[in-house]
Nanobody, 124 residues
């Protein structure tokens, strides 16, 4: 069973950049479709981005398209989320998630494993 650990969260000013990392242990990253989700206070957890297992196909939420980039380095068992031009509405706890099956999905219930999250706060 894979364990996921996010890092890289913190406080950033609007318009700035931040890179989140997700280290996978206890499993081989290349066998999992990976995704990032986020949850702001008082809201449902929402999809941010996902990347396929080997080829690296990606999908994004409309709210982050063109600003965020998901990538993976299977040799380092790590998935990244590069966040550029951040906005106050990007403030949330960001979660890394893994899916054992193929395909790219946006639903949190399509994912099998979750990290504990890392907090990103964007100041205006």
């Amino acid at each position: 069973q894979v364990q996921l650990a996010e890092s890289g969260g913190g406080l950033v000013q609007a318009g700035g950049s931040l890179r989140l990392s997700c280290l996978a242990s206890g499993g081989t990253l290349s066998t999992y479709t990976m995704g990032w989700f986020r949850q702001a206070p008082g809201t449902e957890r929402e999809f941010v981005a996902a990347i396929s297992r080997r080829i690296g196909n990606t999908i994004y939420a409309d709210s982050v398209k063109g600003r965020f980039t998901i990538s993976r380095d299977n040799t380092k068992n790590t998935v990244y989320l590069q966040m550029n031009s951040v906005k106050p509405e990007d403030t949330a706890v960001y979660y890394c998630a893994a899916r054992t099956g193929p395909g790219l999905f946006r639903g949190q219930y399509d994912m099998d494993y979750w990290g504990k999250g890392t907090l990103v706060t964007v100041s205006s």
